[in-house]
């Protein structure tokens, strides 16, 4: 009984995230930390190793 609880909880957990984000994707808040990276990266991208690109994608996307 016990697993059986935290086997749903674990799943409405996920569900929650899921529909959390998506809310978030689609409006997301207006905030100064979304551009916090644009005067931070003091290397120039086209110095960068595509490894490290790769590797930071999702962070430097609005950058690359």
Not at 12 to 28: C, D
């Amino acid at each position: 009984m016990v697993i059986e609880n935290l086997h749903r909880n674990a799943i409405n957990a996920q569900k929650v995230i899921q529909e959390t984000v998506k809310r978030l994707s689609e409006n997301p808040p207006v905030s100064a930390a979304h551009s916090a990276l644009k005067y931070a990266i003091l290397t120039p991208l086209d110095k960068v190793p595509a490894a490290t690109k790769e590797r930071l994608s999702l962070l430097l996307q609005k950058y690359l």
